[in-house]
């Protein structure tokens, strides 16, 4: 499958993002979907995820409570709301798609998009 992202930017401290990520099959929806970000001189970490068909979700502790994963199997396309957002919330954001969130980081992956939240 293939992966596109788009919406990062320049934000503020404080700030709201919305990314998207449009995948190009019609099966979309049994996919598991994730989103991963990198800072420079660190390693690629999963932000948030969410199971095939919009079932269980994941979120790693630094963005519980601001940021949310959603999809929507009718366009094919994830989306990261981004809120409050951090300077440590810097990084190039990508999205994966998986047979299971636990398995994301062996499937596709997007290019990436970046997002520079200044203070």
């Known amino acids: 499958v293939q992966l596109v992202e788009s919406g990062g930017g320049l934000v503020q401290a404080g700030g709201s993002v919305r990314l998207s990520c449009a995948a190009s099959?019609?099966?979309?929806?049994?996919?598991?979907m994730g989103w991963y970000r990198q800072a420079p001189g660190k390693q690629r970490e999963l932000v948030a995820a969410?199971?095939?068909?919009?079932?269980?979700?994941y979120y790693a502790d630094s963005v519980k409570g601001r940021f949310t994963i959603s999809r929507d199997n009718t366009k094919n396309t994830m989306y990261l709301q981004m809120n409050n957002l951090k300077p440590e919330d810097t990084a190039v954001y990508y999205c994966?798609?998986?047979?299971?969130?636990?398995?994301?980081?062996?499937?596709?992956w997007g290019q990436g998009t970046q997002v520079t939240v200044s203070s």
């Open positions: 969410v199971a095939g068909g919009g079932g269980s979700t």
């Open positions: 099959e019609s099966t979309f929806s049994i996919y598991a």
């Open positions: 994966s798609a998986g047979h299971t969130i636990a398995t994301l980081v062996f499937g596709s």
